[in-house]
């Protein structure tokens, strides 16, 4: 073989040398991806021994028919006993999905929750923004609007019960008073006359009379004190009225059992109509009042102001008299009762001015005034529970009067005397439960919440909790493992299934090895073949350079 010849050889060997010592390296770095992915198959396989899905099992008996999802705990029905359960972040606020952020958005709840209690049109836009998104349906969401509004629904409340009202006019409340009374017993502070202004004259004693005819004003009625005669103290005849009207199971006491017929719709009505009752008592308070007294001295006449403030005591009118005759007075403070809402009284003297034992002293109190009162107050804790802490009295005169019964646009909630479905009613009672609990913890959206698998990873891992509503009305924070209602139970279908593909996966495997270690085994044989071949040609070059400078050096 010539040198050239044999240089060529050379080369063509040592290529194909490098490629097959190139190809073997390929096959081993494929062999050690095999060993990864049946070390990550094996990983699998074993972690899958383990596995374990969350299930919902209310009633305690060990099914496994209902997987934990967030829709079966967010949706009313009697698997959740139409209360929701809550799924909290690690910062305690409510996880909803992108549906429930909306309608939160909508009716202005704030993701870091409210400081102060919801309004019910703040509950109304949220239960709106539920239909809009899809969450709830038309006829859902018309009869959770047509009930009252649960505020301690989730914080204090289990109660199940939801009565629907309407909303109304002031003659449309008159109307809903229908045949409701109130009494009082004229014997009380010796009254000589309880009844309509017009029927005066014949001194009737009425002591039981309808309650929608004190606001409709088509006749007045008022308690007037008999005639004191000889009283040099005309203090004592309007505390004789003032004691009788704010006595326990009084008139004040009767006016709050008939309008709770009609206005108690809710917890918040409830509260304000108790505000109601206390504000108009303490109108007549009369406990830093001595029968033997004139009132505050101004000049020449006489006032009540050490009674009671104006507004809220006893200070309506006063009226002096020198040598005039009772029966004069006894009518002018008839038609003077009508624009005053507390006590106006008379002290006339038939004698002398120092003539004590011929004073005589009356007193009245407009009836129809005190429910107005009564009624007032129960509007400004209505008004301004959400906003102001603070409430406006009731002022005395009717002429500068903030009385809610003068003002036509208000509009009250009654009454409409039936009780929601019971179905209805606790679908209602669930969403005003997840409407507060919303705006007490706040709330923050998280799309996949709906993936059973990931919210259930979530719960495992700590890193979501669940909060439930106990049986004091509250809702508490727990790791779903302390859960009662949920169960942890090995997936035997997945490791089934795990065992299956690990199964397969490693067959195939070890086959791919198999055919790889025979590929190598023949680049091995080839690689030392052409190993060989190569030491051979290298040995014939090598000697034929060493004849060809033999050859010129001789």
Known sequence: MGLAASQARLLTITSRKADCEYQSMRLSHQKIALSRELNEISNE???????????????????????????????PSALNDYFPTLILNQQGRVVVDSS???????????????????SSDMRNAFIEGLFTNGVISKKTRDSILSTVYNQAAGVGSTEMISTQYVETDLNGLIDALGSLT???NPEIADCSYIGPASNAADGSKQSD??????????????????????ARYPASAA????????????????????????????????????????MTKSMFDTSDVGDNSYGHHDG???????????????????????????????????NEAE????IVYTHTYRGGIMGYNRNINHAALNLNNVAKAFLTYFAQYMERLAVEPNYSAVVAHKDESNLVTDDPTYIYKINAGSTVAEEDAKIGLFYDTLFNQLCVNGWTENAEVIDQEYLQEMLKNGMMFISTIDDDGYYYQENYATNTFIKEVSDDSAIAEAEAKYTNTKARLNSKEEELDLKMKNLDTEISSLTTEYDSVKSVIDKNIEKSFKRYSA
């Open 239 to 278: 505390k004789a009225i003032a004691d009788s009207v704010s006595a326990d199971g009084g008139f004040i006491d009767e006016l709050y059992e008939a309008f709770s017929e009609v206005l108690n719709v809710d917890p918040v009505s409830a509260n304000a109509l108790a505000y109601a009752r206390n």
């Open 300 to 334: 020449d006449s006489h006032g009540i102001e050490n009674i009671g403030t104006i507004g809220q005591g006893l200070d309506g009118k006063w009226d002096s008299g020198n040598r005039g005759k009772g029966s004069d007075y006894k009518d002018k403070i008839k």
């Open 209 to 230: 009379f309808y309650l929608a005819d004190l606001l409709n004003d088509q006749e007045q009625y008022l308690i007037l004190t008999d005639a004191q005669k000889g």
């Open 100 to 118: 429930i952020a909306a309608a939160a958005r909508a009716a202005g709840i704030p993701q870091e929750g409210l400081n102060s209690m919801p």
């Open 339 to 342: 624009n005053y809402v507390g």
């Open 182 to 184: 109130v009494s009082l």
């Open 45 to 75: 396989y074993q972690n899958s021994l383990n596995q374990t899905t969350l299930y919902y099992d209310f009633y305690g008996k060990g099914d496994t028919s209902n997987p934990l999802t967030y829709s079966l705990l967010m949706t």
